[in-house]
Nanobody, 122 residues
Framework: QVQLAESGGGLVQAGGSLRLSCAAS????????MGWFRQAPGKERAFVAG????????YYVDSVKGRFTISRDDAKNTVYLQMYNLKPEDTAVYYC???????????????WGQGTQVTVSS
């Protein structure tokens, strides 16, 4: 079973940037789709971005398009979420997730990490 460990969260001012990392262990992420989710206080966990198994296709929710970029380094067994022009409404716990073997960029997903907190101050 795969284990996922997110890192890179923190406190940043509006307009700032962060890069989240998700290191996988216990299994390779090669040939698996990967995604990022977030859960804001009082809200349900929601999909943010996904990347297909080949790293060729990405998918984003409208609220982060043009600001967030998902990428993967299969050699490092790691997925990244680069976030630019952060807004207070991006404040949430961010989780990475693994999808299916040869999966597409919009899921489904079946394993999640423990999350990393991102707080954007105004």
């Amino acid at each position: 079973q795969v284990q996922l460990a997110e890192s890179g969260g923190g406190l940043v001012q509006a307009g700032g940037s962060l890069r989240l990392s998700c290191a996988a262990s216990g299994r390779t992420i090669r040939r698996y789709s990967m995604g990022w989710f977030r859960q804001a206080p009082g809200k349900e966990r929601a999909f943010v971005a996904g990347i297909d198994w080949a790293g060729a296709i990405t998918y984003y929710v409208d609220s982060v398009k043009g600001r967030f970029t998902i990428s993967r380094d299969d050699a490092k067994n790691t997925v990244y979420l680069q976030m630019y022009n952060l807004k207070p409404e991006d404040t949430a716990v961010y989780y990475c997730a693994t999808g299916k073997l040869y999966g597409g960029s919009n899921g489904p997903y079946d394993y999640w990490g423990q999350g990393t907190q991102v707080t954007v101050s105004s």
